[in-house]
């Protein structure tokens, strides 16, 4: 074999495995990304079933039930939708109705959301900008639904 075709097969060799570790690497951080929808999306099916993502809006008022134990049932909604999150753990000191809340997990069968973990805003005026884009967007849906007034 000529010292060109080694040097040829050498590369290859280092492109395929090049491109296998990119292959695991780009795998690894898809499985660990968790992405941000607000209630409207996921009651539009655009929130992926199968996959860990957070779901943001406000804690509705009236919505939070307290279960045996540490469990918690509450609505989160951004105005044009709402959906149900059961939570089991103890939730953040700030978490009130009607503050901003964010709550990572996954939709179980049923539609209801199943949270790993809630956070809440920790003052009165900060909101996480998914959160204010998301209320935003409900909003404005609302608006559109009642003929341009507001409610």
């Known amino acids: 074999m000529k010292a060109r075709h080694k040097r040829l097969g050498f590369?290859?060799?280092?492109?395929?495995?090049?491109?296998?570790?990119?292959?695991?690497v780009i795998q690894a951080l898809d499985s660990n990304?968790?992405?941000?929808?607000s209630p409207t999306e996921v009651a539009q099916d655009q929130a992926p079933s199968n996959h860990?993502?957070?779901?943001?809006?406000?804690v509705e008022e009236g919505s939070v039930k307290r279960g045996e134990g540490v469990d918690?049932?509450?609505?989160?909604?951004?105005?044009?939708?709402?959906?149900?999150?059961?939570?089991?753990?103890?939730?953040?000191?700030l978490f009130s109705e009607g503050q901003?809340?964010?709550a990572q997990g996954k939709l179980d069968a049923d539609g209801v959301f199943v949270a790993d973990?809630?956070?809440?805003?920790?003052?009165?005026?900060?909101?996480?900008p998914e959160v204010a884009?998301?209320?935003e967007k409900g909003?404005?849906?609302?608006?559109?639904?009642?003929?341009g007034t507001t409610p």
Do not use: W
């Open 11 to 24: 590369l290859i060799v280092g492109l395929a495995a090049l491109g296998l570790a990119t292959f695991f």
């Open 33 to 37: 990304l968790s992405y941000f929808f």
């Open 52 to 58: 860990v993502f957070r779901l943001g809006g406000m």
């Open 72 to 93: 918690v049932l509450f609505t989160v909604t951004d105005h044009a939708n709402s959906i149900q999150v059961l939570y089991s753990g103890i939730l953040p000191d």
């Open 100 to 102: 901003g809340v964010i």
């Open 117 to 128: 973990e809630v956070l809440a805003k920790h003052d009165e005026t900060y909101m996480p």
């Open 133 to 135: 884009e998301a209320l």
């Open 139 to 147: 909003r404005q849906a609302e608006v559109k639904m009642n003929g």
